[in-house]
């Protein structure tokens, strides 16, 4: 089948174009949520019009688009189901994709991957069914279980890498976009202080934003664009590209992201210098040249946000320990902590520790950063999480998942030899680094909405374009 569009790439930049000027309209006029809509129903009507292929991609680009950058859009019910913009373009992919499978055109070859994402998403199902089962609040159990199924988005993301050899370079083109996104969002919220996750610290202003986690995939991409390529010519792009990642990373005075991220392009780094073999000096001389562009791309967006009046540096500093300067007494991990003693209380018994307590149960425990006791369904780790909703068999489907992904990304990224390819599969080892470890101290990988970034993250690791079985080519029409 021929390609229709001539200029996909050109098409790309002026979609995300649309994306981010209609994003920021509806930051400063105060209608985002029409915005979303709008958003989400522009590839709607692309998918029934024109080619579904390229209408998946936008899809996807959309998608992405509106979680990154805004996590409180349009609400409307299903039943006791809350949906949003974001949760019906899921389900639009998805379907998109079933279309295909009758007839054979929307199978890959995707390895053990599928097998334990499959395997991670039966057992949260189960564990909604139990949690209704056990009586707890089906809206509260609803909402809870809503961002699981989002690993699935690996099965219509693979399609497309396997069908369109483009596809992989575009998705990742897409996330970085978002991310840049992502960071506007969060410092037009941080100068317009638009709404109550905006608020003063004695660390300086911070911007509770989800987005943080996302916003690292995105740069640990940049980081390994410029790690296997050093393309000189696109520094004029990358820089405030990572300039605008890193303002909004500073601005959410998120630590388990900064953390998190650090080790994950250290673990790239590290892997990429071992296969290929290179001498001493020149990966000193690498070594030096990122450390250069760190530094320059930190205190840049340092400088941005003390000249906008946001935080002083000595701020950002400060937050690396926490408020009262020792991570011992910080509020907010004596919070965590009591948390998850509470979850291992709750699940101490045969039943508990093999279904947990389902999706919905609340916690109560003592909230230092409130100074009262509170009841959660939320634990900020996602591993104590999972933990408490799905029992020990969710929490080793978990860490089978991820630990697998990091393996095979790892493993693909030492054994690849093309340099596009691997800026891919090292930015997925990179990124799984950094989100299996920073979801000890959030939930980024269970709770939060991003889970179907993740899905994609996958299937970017476990297939090669072109690989598609059956022809694997699209229909014109679905």
Known sequence: MTETAAHPDRALTVGLGVVAVALIAGVLLDVLPQVALALAAIPVMATTLFHPKRALIL???VQISLEFTQLDLANFYVGPVRMRPDDFLFLWVLLLWALCLPDGRGR???????????????????????????????GTAMFMFKTLPGYLSFFPAAWLIATDREAAGQIVKVVIAASVLAGLNIALRGYFKVDEFVYERSTGLRVQAR?????????????????????RASLSLVLPAGVMMLVGLILSQTRSVWFGMLLGMASAFVLHTVSTGRSFWRVLRTLV?????????????????????????????????????????????????LSWVEVLKSVNSPVGLLLGKGQGFEISYFRFDYMQKLSFSTVDSSYFQILLNAGIPGLLALVLLFAHGIAESGRRAFRERDAGRRTVLLGVFGSMIAMASG??????????????????????????????????????RV
Not at 222 to 227: I, M, N
Request: hydrophobic content about 55%; some cysteine; glycine content about 10%.
């Open 59 to 61: 899809l996807l680009g």
């Open 108 to 138: 890959v070859k995707t390895g053990t991957t599928a097998r334990f994402i499959l395997l991670f998403v039966a057992v949260c199902f189960v564990s909604l069914f139990w949690g209704v089962a056990s009586g707890n609040d089906i």
């Open 211 to 231: 987005q943080a986690f996302a916003i690292a995939v995105g740069f640990m991409f940049l980081f390994t664009g410029q790690l296997v390529r050093r393309d």
């Open 289 to 337: 040249v990122i450390a250069v562009l760190g530094v320059l791309f930190f205190f840049t967006a340092g400088y941005l946000v003390q000249a906008a009046g946001f935080l002083e540096m000595q701020d950002i500093a400060a937050r690396s320990g926490s408020e009262t300067g020792s991570y011992l007494t910080d509020a907010t991990f004596l919070a965590r902590a």
């Open 439 to 476: 979801s000890f101290f959030m939930s980024a990988v269970t709770n939060y909405r991003f889970t179907i970034l993740f899905g994609v993250l996958f299937a970017l690791m476990a297939v090669r374009p072109g690989q598609a079985v059956d022809g694997g080519d699209l229909p014109e």
